[in-house]
């Protein structure tokens, strides 16, 4: 009777053994479009047998996806040499479809992939699929920006994102890590760029954040990316204790990098709208004791002073600053003070009575004349205005300038 126990309990495990696809595998096996694939695998993901099983099915749908992206590729290519060499005629080509399929290949991949490599019973990674879909989709990285200029194009920013970040992605994917590194790759961090823009678009600030910090490590690109994360960054600011927090973590991003100018002009934004007067001041001296030809704690510096009306201050920061950079605010400002300085002078001398002696006059005028130099410096500085409204000063000068002759 054991015997016979032994003799079953084997049988039972043979069974299991050479037991062949489940049922739902079959089934997805058997499907011959992407979407009726990918709806079976949905439905039946808890009821795959295995790993291996899941890895398979998810397999299923890179292949359909490449069957129907190889499809409209090779329309394309014909469509092309018809109209380049009349060489056949021009078919019906699905543009949204091949962009879509080539999508959908690469995250059926990554999905393959993390089933790929999972250990099977008895321990052991043994991936079955990886090297070939390595193989077949590293040449087509290059389709996911084709794509996302595609639907940005058609003004369809989710899909140009969902793209584009998938390109960014695949770089340093467990799938693709080890053959993109062996090729330098020159449009990643201009297509981390995009997706950054795209998300911001998009509102998805989380992932303007991961793309951006990512395109920063391009010289070129690093200004405006770091610009897009603190946009983005501020955009989630809900309350004061939320703006502390942000300016803890510029603190620490300045004072790993003092050079970068931008960090430091958000930190002294972010003190000003906090009330953070003693902080911000204390930054602008630090700067200016380092570098004393610094244009932001110049700009900085002067407004503080013309806020608080120390007009002869605010003009000294001002031009100093207009020393490193022609800004057209910073020429209005700059013109604004002189303005109100040589008119605090008429108010004294006016209410003396008898009108302004001629050697108030000389002394006046001079303060208008040079405001109206720096406005006009400030109208080729900025033509329409987009920057700074000089215009309203500048008729302001020309009128007081005839008032003093």
């Not at 089933?115 to 389709?143: C, E, T």
């Not at 062996?182 to 600030?205: H, I, R, S, V």
């Not at 991961?210 to 600011?237: F, G, P, R, V, W």
Request: aromatic share 8%; net charge negative; proline share 3%.
């Amino acid at each position: 009777m054991k015997k016979l126990m032994i003799v079953a309990l084997m049988a039972i495990v043979a069974t299991t053994a050479f037991a062949g696809d489940s049922p739902t595998l079959k089934s997805i096996l058997k499907a011959k479009t992407y979407a009726e694939a990918e709806s079976l695998l949905k439905s039946g993901l808890n009821q795959l047998a295995s790993p291996a099983e899941k890895a398979k099915a998810y397999n299923k749908l890179v292949d359909l996806a490449l069957d129907k992206f190889t499809k409209e590729q090779a329309i394309q290519t014909s469509n092309q040499m018809a109209e380049q060499y009349g060489q056949g005629k021009v078919q019906q080509f699905d543009t949204l479809g091949m962009y879509n399929a080539v999508a959908q290949a690469f995250a059926a991949a990554e999905e393959c992939e993390k089933y790929d490599v999972m250990p099977d019973a008895k321990g052991k990674v043994k991936p079955v699929f990886h090297a070939k879909n390595v193989q077949r989709l590293i040449g087509h990285r290059l389709h996911l920006i084709n794509g996302g200029i595609f639907f940005q194009d058609k003004k369809d920013i989710t899909n140009a994102f969902n793209l584009l970040s998938m390109y960014v992605d695949s770089h340093d994917s467990p799938l693709f890590a080890e053959e993109a590194a062996k090729t330098p790759d020159e449009n990643l961090t201009n297509m981390a760029y995009y997706a950054a823009l795209f998300a911001y678009q998009n509102k998805d600030y989380d992932n303007v954040k991961k793309y951006a910090n990512i395109a920063k490590a391009d010289e070129k690109l690093s200004h405006d990316a770091i610009n897009l994360k603190n946009a983005a960054i501020q955009s989630t600011l809900q309350t004061r204790q939320d703006s502390i927090n942000y300016v803890k973590v510029l603190e620490q991003e300045y004072a790993e990098d003092s050079s970068d100018e931008l960090s430091f002009g958000m930190l002294l934004n972010m003190y000003t709208s906090l009330g953070m007067d003693k902080e911000m001041k204390d930054a602008v001296e630090k700067k200016l004791a380092e570098d004393p030809e610094n244009y932001t704690a110049w700009a900085v510096k002067g407004q503080t002073a013309m806020n608080e009306q120390n007009f002869d201050e605010a003009i000294t920061c001002f031009k100093n600053a207009i020393k490193q950079q022609e800004n057209p605010v910073v020429l209005t400002y700059l013109a604004a003070c002189l303005l109100d300085k040589g008119g605090a002078v008429e108010d004294r001398q006016s209410s003396k009575g008898g009108g302004l002696p001629q050697a108030a006059k000389d002394q006046i005028r001079p303060l208008y004349e040079e405001a109206k130099g720096y406005l006009e410096r400030a109208q080729i500085a900025d033509p329409d205005q987009t920057q700074s409204r000089w215009s309203y000063l500048l008729e302001t000068c020309n009128y007081r300038i005839d008032s003093m002759k």
